[in-house]
Nanobody
Framework: QVQLVESGGGLVQAGASLRLSCAAS????????MGWFRQAPGKEREFVAV????????YYADSVKGRFTISRDNAENTVYLQMNSLKPEDSAVYYC???????????????????WGQGTQVTVSS
């Protein structure tokens, strides 16, 4: 079992930056990938970004590509999400996720991940 704890959310103005952190503990050696989803009020949970633990390949949602950067610190079992040029539509609860099994093989659906953090609120004012 992997436990995930997010931090770094907050209230910022449009155009500002925030960095989210997600610390993993427990059976972290079994992580295949870690990433972020977000959910705004009244909307479905959506994929934001993911990084494969082995090799470090990254994948982004089109809506954040070029503005958000996901990275990892293997030694600290921590994943970061650097968010630049924030927009009001980025406002949401951001959830850290971990995939501890090679199956299912996808990486962009919520069902592809078996471990979820509690979430951290990001609010971007216009």
């Amino acid at each position: 079992q992997v436990q995930l704890v997010e931090s770094g959310g907050g209230l910022v103005q449009a155009g500002a930056s925030l960095r989210l952190s997600c610390a993993a503990s427990g059976r972290t050696f079994s992580n295949y990938a870690m990433g972020w989803f977000r959910q705004a009020p009244g909307k479905e949970r959506e994929f934001v970004a993911v990084i494969r633990w082995s090799g470090g390949s990254t994948y982004y949602a089109d809506s954040v590509k070029g503005r958000f950067t996901i990275s990892r610190d293997n030694a600290e079992n921590t994943v970061y999400l650097q968010m630049n040029s924030l927009k009001p539509e980025d406002s949401a609860v951001y959830y850290c996720v971990a995939k501890t099994s090679p199956l299912p093989i996808g990486i962009r659906k919520a069902a592809d991940y078996d471990c979820w953090g509690q979430g951290t609120q990001v609010t971007v004012s216009s």
